[in-house]
């Protein structure tokens, strides 16, 4: 800040004002995100060990240094279930956001019919809870209450097996898939209505179709919209949880570490290791940034190339 | 604070808001901080601060439900006793959430004062130092249930928890069906293996039981029965022998069973699960004399075609077996009221009248009056036709000689070793190696926690 001698006293005002305004938002963050985030990064070189001899000695928690860091990054289950989310990624993620951009896309071309009840209707699942919908699913997918699998019997073709591998990938995508395709859809679409519409005048003389439209004009002019949802969607992926944890009880073929999120609570709440779930948390945690930084530096440089 | 911006109204009023928000917080997070002050004083005395005036205790259970009417009838029995005591029930979950619910519940000091687990998560809490020694609490009543059942309540002599339900190991199976296919009720596993064969030739789409990876206790049950002990100590190191002989044949039984497809590889009582057991495509389960009533919720319609025999063995006619499930009250540490807790868990599990009491939620009681209470009592809604229900449990309980105990990391084994033994039954790939598999990680998580663990 440069000195300024004669307007000290109103700058210092103006200077704290948005402080001030500020201070619910940094109140709430610190409380709510700082603190426990500094309580787990202190629990994760914290670990639990017998005080005093014999077979019932206690457990008192003590210093461990990196011990929680080094079996969080030596697990081969951990490590395993970081490959079977981004497996599950490469599913579901580029269906998610190609659903959702077009029907993004659909609903704005300029003769649609019943656009609010559409957008609201492909909206609606969002509004499901995960768990909630992994538990409908899970009776859809079972083979003894399975109406697809009633079908099937009627056909004659054999029972379908939703858990099985490599099925299992699509059966979970196909949970997250409904949520996902309206959320994002909302975000590429509201990108879309803000697009000045003499663009497509100019299209239209030029004599270019709906598509060449939506190809050559709608898709590029998105696209930030489009780096953000997949951002999202990278983040959500890695953080998946609760679909495989509400099948997991089932199935035979969901293990109860099988994503690193289940993993970190296996740890916390049925192994009474918080100082292991706090390492392997803040592991996935660096690792959520720094895909993210990543991925948005190289998106940054081809999407706004300019203007960045 | 600075003073509010003397520029005129909206940004003011914007300021005072924003102000009393921020006064707000603090007070909120002065009044958490506040609360759990007075308990982080002196963990685990407060129990000797008496009996003055009324006491509210709070029980985690899921034995007694509070909107189950029997179970209010039980809690009014006892508030007319104790005038200055008031039963809160609540249910938390199963023994894993109870667990875990108590340990966070610990480490905020303001646990309840009685909270229910089965006998296997005990061990852990004990040694977590959640659990008060309620040895002197329960000495009066000590005569009210027989030393082998308080025995998966006591450790190094002391006493941890009063057992309410004791699950003696029983075979229940559909008697219709069975007779249906000609296959003979087995008395040995090797029976077990044949009728197993028998029922599925006759009708290829059922199978003589399910086969749940996830149920560890029953894995150690069947290797307890083969002569092999998982977890023992001699009241200094620890001893593992999940992947000892005798405790590995039994690895290769089930493997056989699997390999030929003769158990149906899925886990227990889930919506799949039920709508065979209904539709009569699983005709029994080896469990315990708790598992006619668990039929019975989820298939109520079956009722009068099954029939429960005690559990098949390795040797014909030797007769012993261990508990399987079944659960103990137990007092936390930190409870502020534990004399009374300790009092109220006694009365319920081995005082006569609670034992008794606990018969009319359908729970098996470990209790001597309740148990001598089973014999005259209506068989369980399963099976209304099999009159001699709670003989044939009861001189099972007369042959459970087998004691098993239960080491400190019973979690970490059992997903482990769950985990590990449904990818052995989908891929068919050896069982033994599962096993041996948990003995070493139960090994190293006992070495880094620092217990002896002897060869």
């Known amino acids: 800040m440069t000195a300024n001698p004669a307007g000290r006293r109103p700058r210092l005002r103006s200077a704290a004002t948005p402080w001030l305004f500020a201070t619910p938002a940094i109140v709430l963050f610190t409380l709510f995100l700082i603190i426990p985030i500094g309580y787990a990064i202190y629990l994760s070189f914290r670990g639990f060990r017998i005080d005093g001899g014999g077979a019932f000695g206690r457990r008192v928690q003590t210093f461990v240094g990196f011990d929680n860091y080094l079996a969080a990054l030596t697990d081969p289950e951990y490590v395993a279930g970081l490959g079977r989310v981004l497996l599950y990624g490469l599913f579901s993620i580029p269906s998610v956001l190609g659903l959702a951009l077009l029907f993004a896309l659909l609903l704005d071309t300029p003769r649609v019919r019943a656009r609010g009840f559409t957008r609201t209707a492909i909206f609606l699942p969002y509004a499901v809870p995960g768990v909630i919908a992994s538990l409908l699913w899970g009776f859809l997918y079972l083979p003894s209450t399975s109406p697809l699998n009633y079908l099937a019997k009627q056909l004659h073709a054999g029972p379908l097996d939703f858990f099985s591998f490599p099925t299992l990938y699509f059966s979970l995508a196909n949970i997250a898939l409904w949520s996902g395709v309206g959320f994002n859809m909302i975000i590429i679409f509201t990108s879309l209505r803000a697009i000045p519409t003499s663009i497509y005048e100019a299209a239209r003389i030029d004599g270019a179709s709906e598509l060449q439209i939506a190809w050559r004009i709608k898709i590029p002019l998105v696209a930030p919209a489009l780096v953000l949802t997949g951002l999202f969607s990278v983040i959500g992926t890695l953080q998946l949880y609760s679909e495989p944890a509400t099948l997991r009880p089932m199935s035979t073929t969901i293990s109860s570490t099988w994503v690193p999120l289940m993993k970190i609570y296996q740890e916390a709440f049925m192994n009474d290791n918080l100082g292991g779930a706090a390492a392997a948390s803040v592991v996935l945690a660096l690792g959520i940034l720094v895909l993210s930084m990543l991925l948005l530096r190289f998106f940054q440089r081809r999407t706004f190339g300019d203007n960045a | ?455």
């Open chain 2, 1 to 455: 604070m600075t003073p509010p911006s003397p520029r005129p109204p909206r940004p003011g009023r914007r300021w005072t808001m924003a102000a009393a928000l921020a006064v707000a917080l603090t007070a909120t997070v002065a009044a958490c901080s506040s609360a759990d002050t007075p308990s982080s004083g002196t963990p685990g005395t407060s129990g000797t601060e008496a009996a003055k005036g009324p006491v509210t205790l709070q029980v985690w259970t899921w034995n007694l439900k509070g909107n189950d009417p029997r179970a209010k009838a039980i809690i009014d029995k006892y508030h007319q006793e104790n005038p200055n005591v008031t039963i809160k029930l609540s249910e938390v979950g199963g023994t894993a959430d109870t667990a875990s619910k108590l340990l966070a519940a610990d480490q905020a000091g303001d646990t309840p004062d009685v909270a229910q687990v089965e006998y296997r998560g005990l061990p852990a809490l004990v040694v977590a130092g959640v659990v008060k020694d309620i040895t002197a609490d329960v000495a009066a009543l000590k005569s009210g249930i027989e030393p082998n059942i308080w025995a998966l309540t006591t450790f190094n002599n002391q006493v941890y928890g009063v057992p309410q339900d004791i699950g003696p190991m029983m075979f229940t199976y559909r008697k219709d069906l069975f007779d249906k296919y000609g296959a003979k009720v087995p008395t040995t596993w090797a029976e077990y293996a044949k009728a197993a064969e028998q029922i599925h030739k006759k009708d290829p789409e059922a199978y003589i039981a399910s086969f749940s990876a996830a149920q560890l206790e029953f894995f150690a049950a069947q290797a307890a029965q083969a002569g092999a002990q998982w977890w023992s100590n001699d009241g200094k190191a620890w001893k593992v022998g999940i992947d000892s002989e005798p405790s590995l044949k039994t690895a290769d039984f089930w493997e056989d069973l699997v390999k030929r497809d003769l158990v149906k590889v899925e886990p227990l009582l889930t919506p799949e699960w039920n709508a065979q057991v209904n539709d009569g495509k699983l005709l029994s389960w080896a469990a315990a004399a708790w598992a006619p009533n668990v039929i019975h919720s989820v298939a109520p319609d079956t009722a009068g075609k099954w029939e429960s025999a005690p559990l098949p063995q390795w040797t014909a006619g030797d007769p012993a077996v261990p508990f399987l499930g079944g659960s103990a009250f137990l007092v936390p540490a930190k409870s502020k009221h534990a004399k009374e807790a300790a009092a109220f868990a006694a009365w319920l599990g081995a005082s006569d009248e609670g034992s008794k009491l606990q018969l009319s939620l359908d729970i098996y009681p470990g209790g001597n009056a309740g148990r001598q209470a089973t014999l005259s009592h209506e068989p369980p809604k399963l099976m209304p036709q099999q009159k001699d229900f709670y003989q044939v449990a009861d001189q099972v309980i007369k042959n459970t000689t087998i004691p098993v105990t239960w080491g400190p990391n019973v979690n970490v084994s059992q997903t482990a070793f769950g985990d590990a033994l449904n990818k052995a039954a989908l891929n068919k790939t050896s069982f033994r190696e599962v096993y041996k598999a948990t003995q070493q990680a139960v090994v190293a998580d006992l070495q880094k926690s620092g217990y002896t663990v002897t060869k």
